[in-house]
């Protein structure tokens, strides 16, 4: 699976749109980016995926590079509660529909909302 | 309620002692995994099963094993050829091992003194 960055952490005002960017330079066509968010102690939890195309769903909005070189997730109005270490991650998927399931985490951004 | 169960939340345990964690699903998913999360870093894959009675080793598998004898059930043993065990376990399962999403238990905290 490609290597991904992101910044080690970030900080956002409640209320405000948290945008938190990742690198993928070296994601390949079949390579899905996924987010993920763990909130401490807690399992992480799956917020949104893509491909190509702009996603939107009730947690956040992901924004891919027309080059798939990099993305930005998008919470549009943070609450105290989306702090939280959030993962970006590319995943292979094989002409089938097959990835054997590997999802792999690097370090993540540490997000925190402030009043 | 639908969803993934971990149980204990935190395990205390001797070193050279075995121990077994247990995770459960109600989803219905054919696919489990068990992941390893050290302080400040991301998880790591110990094991996962695509379907019961199989499992593969993922990137952390020595010192470990596991059963998938039912389909709601992965059991992961922390054996004593672990040479750290202690950290932060978590099970996660998925429709499929296609590119659904996994969702993840709570977590269970093994401390090895």
């Known amino acids: 699976d490609a290597k991904t960055t992101q910044p080690t952490s970030m900080d956002c005002a409640e209320g405000r749109a948290a945008n938190l960017p990742c690198n993928h330079s070296?994601?390949?066509?079949?390579?899905?980016v996924y987010w993920y968010r763990q909130i401490h102690s807690q399992g992480p939890q799956y917020i949104i995926h893509g491909l190509k195309n702009n996603e939107t769903n009730e947690m956040a909005s992901l924004i891919i590079t027309e080059d798939r070189k990099s993305s930005t997730l998008i919470l549009p109005h943070a609450t105290l509660r989306d702090t939280a270490v959030y993962y970006c991650?590319?995943?292979?998927?094989?002409?089938?529909?097959?990835?054997?399931?590997?999802?792999?985490f690097g370090q993540g951004t540490i997000l925190t909302v402030h009043p | 309620d639908g969803g993934i169960t971990q149980s204990p939340k935190y395990l205390f345990r001797k070193e050279g002692q075995n121990v077994t964690l247990s995770c459960e699903q109600n989803?219905?998913?054919?696919?489990m995994y068990w992941y390893r999360q050290d302080p400040g870093q991301g998880l790591r894959l110990i094991y996962y099963s695509q379907i019961v009675n199989d499992f593969q080793k993922g990137d952390i598998a020595e010192g470990y094993s596991v059963s998938r004898e039912k389909k709601e059930s992965f059991p992961l043993t922390v054996t004593s050829a672990q040479k750290n065990p202690t950290a932060f376990y978590l099970c996660a399962s998925s429709m499929d091992d296609s590119y659904n999403e996994q969702f993840f238990g709570p977590g269970t905290r093994l401390t090895v003194l």
């Open positions: 070296t994601i390949s066509g079949n390579e899905y």
């Open positions: 991650i590319v995943r292979v998927v094989e002409a089938g529909g097959t990835s054997y399931g590997k999802l792999t």
């Open positions: 989803l219905n998913h054919d696919a």
